[in-house]
């Protein structure tokens, strides 16, 4: 299994991002799939989660703001953020959950919104 995560950066409070998180190794398409945030010091917390059936939950700290959607074709899950703000400032992973016993992770994707 590996999970490819990108698209973070650098963004002004406001503006948008998108990170991308490519699977392979796993039969993508009936998997749920998640994104979490991790910012230093502080514990991982979930951001989100689609199903294979692409209904997508949020924390209440993005909701509104944030979405997941995924491409089966494409075996990838995306992570739609707008509104941006500073406390968005976090390193991003993406997360198959509970897959053969185990949960899965990206590498991490620095997503940084300045005031």
């Known amino acids: 299994v590996q999970l490819q995560a990108s698209g973070g950066g650098l963004v002004q409070a406001g503006g948008s991002l998108r990170l991308s998180c490519a699977a392979s190794?796993?039969?993508?398409?009936?998997?749920?799939m998640a994104w979490y945030r991790q910012v230093r010091g502080k514990q991982r917390e979930l951001v989100g989660n689609?199903?294979?059936?692409?209904?997508?939950n949020y924390a209440d700290s993005v909701k509104g703001r944030f979405t997941i959607s995924r491409d089966n074709a494409k075996r990838t899950v995306y992570l739609q953020m707008s509104s941006l703000k500073p406390d968005d400032t976090a390193v991003y992973y993406c997360?198959?959950?509970?897959?053969?016993?185990?949960?899965?992770w990206g590498q991490g994707t620095q997503v940084t919104v300045s005031s």
């Open positions: 689609i199903t294979s059936r692409s209904s997508a």
């Open positions: 997360n198959l959950p509970n897959y053969r016993g185990s949960d899965w």
């Open positions: 190794g796993i039969n993508f398409s009936i998997n749920t």
